[in-house]
């Protein structure tokens, strides 16, 4: 199935089927390519965390009571549910070891294009930090690079997904401890095999015409 082909069929899953399970191996798939995903100058400002047991998926719906407990069975019944993290802060640490990293994986044939991919991304960070003063929206839009990298590919899969803006930030950051880690949550994905109860999956895609979205100067 080509690309094309996935982005028209794929759909957010409404339920799934508890008694399905994703397999090791693919599972294993969708996490490199999240670690793989593109980000601006290669920041890679994110954290992924997976829970694909009842006990890890429990403390992810602790975020979805009250107002979002529409969203419960979505987290509890799903194989497994990833939460995208986001970095608090651009820190020395995380900047130093990106550089590092990419040197022991020979992205520099010399110190001076060591040095220059340096300057280059502090200079972006700083630019959001200082000027712009978004870098916290800056971080989060390189975390939702990961996510669309991450639905195509559950499709490529055969795997449904839900992504889930609708939960409690605050209670999920502090059920994982994740502000103190320096991170907080964006956005979680549920992943499995929808249900028969999935509406859903019977209803046809609707998008605006290809005419009203995209224009050719």
Partial sequence: MNVSTLAKTRYTSKAYDPQRKIAEADINILLDL????????????????????????????????????????????????????????????????????????????????????????RGYVDLHRYDQKDLQHWMEKQTYLALGTLLLGAASLGIDATPMEGFDFRALDSELGLREKGFTSVVLVSLGYRSEDDFNAALPKSRLPRDSVISRL
């Fill in 34 to 121: 999240l670690r793989h995903s593109p980000s601006s100058v290669n920041s890679q400002p994110w954290h992924f965390i997976l829970a694909s047991d009842e006990q890890g998926k429990a403390r992810l719906a602790k975020g979805t009571h009250d107002g979002f407990a529409y969203n419960e069975p979505k987290v509890l019944n799903a194989s497994h549910v990833i939460v995208l993290c986001a970095r608090t802060s651009m820190t020395e640490e995380h900047l130093q070891d990106v550089l590092r990293h990419e040197d022991q994986d020979g992205r520099f044939r010399s110190a001076e294009a060591r040095a220059g991919q340096d300057k280059s991304r």
